[in-house]
């Protein structure tokens, strides 16, 4: 199985600061790198797609770049409702898998 | 708009079967863009890919789980249903049933989950 790893497992950051999650692959996954949102108690809803589509409706302050095995997505300006764990998934290689997931907390 | 929900027991006996349906509204399980799908997600922990469904029947299971997973689907219904063979606490979850879009492998519609508790 590919591998997964996402760092912080955990962060805190005051209303508009730059937030950064990266994610970093055990082995080429190219572009098939997803990234979802979770709020507490709901499914995750999909933020990014492709390492770098922004999803339809999803606000532009969510971003995300990489390829190969290193992958960082940003939220550009933090909002209160951005306060969720955020997942990274590859879908290069079956079985999928997810990081383990970063939770972002407001300052 | 495309839903899922799931149902099924909320509460499994260790060494038993799991299983859980999921009815899908406003979309055809039937429809070839699509696989049906379950993850799942213990309490406080990550999200694990357990398996999916084509139109066709064909499926794919995480190697992990394979030996105890089958996934069906019953077009006449709508639904998809999972089942999950000798349980054990480790197999306490929240279930989510999934679309994934077959092309690019996205996850665009997920039921709300249910939590499956292991415990005699």
């Known amino acids: 199985d590919i591998q997964m790893t996402q760092s912080p497992s955990s962060l805190s950051a005051s209303v508009g600061d730059r937030v950064t999650i990266t994610c970093q692959a055990s082995?080429?996954?190219?572009?098939?790198l997803n990234w979802y949102q979770q709020n507490p108690g709901k499914a995750p809803k999909l933020l990014i797609y492709?390492?770098?589509n922004l999803e339809t409706g999803v606000p532009s302050r969510f971003s995300g770049s990489g390829s190969g095995t290193d992958f960082t997505f940003t939220i550009s300006r933090l909002q209160p409702e951005d306060i969720a764990t955020y997942y990274c998934?590859?879908?290069?290689?079956?079985?999928?898998?997810f990081g383990q997931g970063t939770k972002v907390e407001i300052k | 708009q495309v839903q899922l929900q799931e149902s099924g027991p909320g509460l499994v006996k260790p060494s038993q079967t799991l299983s859980l349906t999921c009815t899908v509204s406003?979309?055809?399980?039937?429809?070839?863009?699509?696989?049906w799908s379950w993850i799942r997600q213990p309490a406080g922990k990550g999200l694990e890919w357990i398996g999916r469904?084509?139109?066709?029947?064909?499926?794919n299971y995480n190697p992990s789980l394979k030996s105890r997973v089958t996934i069906s689907g019953d077009t006449s219904k709508n639904q998809f249903s999972l089942k999950l063979s000798s349980v054990t606490a480790a197999d306490t979850a929240v279930y989510y049933c999934?679309?994934?879009?077959?092309?690019?492998?996205?996850?665009?519609?997920w039921g709300q989950g249910t939590l499956v508790t292991v415990s005699s």
């Open positions: 469904i084509y139109t066709s029947g064909s499926t």
């Open positions: 406003g979309g055809s399980i039937s429809s070839g863009r699509y696989y």
């Open positions: 492709d390492a770098s």
């Open positions: 082995q080429d996954i190219s572009n098939y």
């Open positions: 998934q590859q879908h290069d290689t079956l079985p999928w898998t």
């Open positions: 999934a679309r994934e879009v077959r092309v690019t492998a996205i996850h665009d519609y």
